[in-house]
């Protein structure tokens, strides 16, 4: 069992360290946990985000996990990722961090229109046109290459029974199949009943053959020993037909 959406008390709204979580991952008998933590960005204005860790903390994070890893090397395989949103003016800065630091991989959360400086959040009532521009941001995101799969692909807050969701969600769903690409199916949304995982986008992704990968979205360590949830949503997601993978692609 495996789980790459792991968060920590770095982003401000998560509890427990790192040891924690892997502490937790080990009793429920995972063999391999990724972190992904909200990745900082280094914005071009003053703006300060609240639910990131500060770009001078990223070292300390990536550093913490290096010595873990080690530490509980018999344990359980530890990789080392981020959350990070497309935020197509920084691409080129993620870039250089993924270059300059040994990080495993990213999942892509995308959680805000352009940058948070300025844009919308993409979980609250979307127009048409919000909706297009979450579907065209992943849609880049995917195509750069350097994300190894959609954490929450159904966080766009729209009517599902809206033809136009349905078509803008399949484009979404063959754009990632064109790049094999896995979709999560968020743990965390199913658990608190957010507005996703949504079961019309599940059909969807079913039709048109997407793989489905679970992720933790842990934002407490316990998060990782409710093994009642993780089963729900296997046999969920399974019931549907959907294809479930564990299996995502490395940058290094
Ligand atoms: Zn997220
Ligand atoms: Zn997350």
Redesign the pocket.
Same mark, same amino acid.
Do not use: P, S, V
């Given at each position: 069992m495996k789980n790459y959406h792991t968060h920590t008390k770095r982003c401000y709204h998560a509890i427990d360290n790192e040891e924690e979580y892997i502490k937790a991952a080990i009793q429920s008998g995972y063999t391999e946990l990724g972190f992904s933590d909200h990745t900082p960005w280094h914005y071009d204005s003053s703006f300060h985000s609240t639910m990131r860790m500060e770009e001078d903390k990223l070292d300390g994070y990536i550093q913490t996990l290096l010595t873990l890893k080690e530490k509980y090397k018999n344990q359980i395989s530890i990789k080392i990722g981020l959350?990070c949103e497309y935020f197509e003016k920084y691409i080129p800065w993620l870039k250089q961090i993924l270059n300059d630091y040994p990080i495993d991989y990213i999942i892509l959360?995308n =959680?805000y229109d352009e940058t948070d400086e300025t844009g919308i959040y993409f979980g609250r009532p979307l127009t048409k046109q919000q909706l297009t521009k979450y579907v065209n941001s992943c849609i880049k995101g995917i195509e750069t290459g350097i994300y190894s799969y959609l954490? =929450?692909p159904d966080?766009a807050y729209f009517d599902t029974d809206d033809e136009f969701y349905k078509q803008e969600m399949r484009r979404l769903c063959c754009c990632a199949k064109e790049h094999d690409l896995p979709l999560e199916f968020n743990l965390l949304g199913y658990k608190t009943h957010r507005q996703y995982p949504n079961e019309t986008f599940l059909r969807i992704a079913k039709e048109v053959g997407n793989k489905i990968i679970i992720g933790t979205?842990a934002h407490e360590s316990s998060a990782l020993l409710d093994m009642q949830t993780y089963q729900y949503a296997k046999q969920y997601i399974e019931n549907l037909g959907l294809e479930l993978t564990e299996e995502i692609r490395f940058l290094r």
């Open positions: 959350e959360g =959680h954490a =929450h966080l979205d």
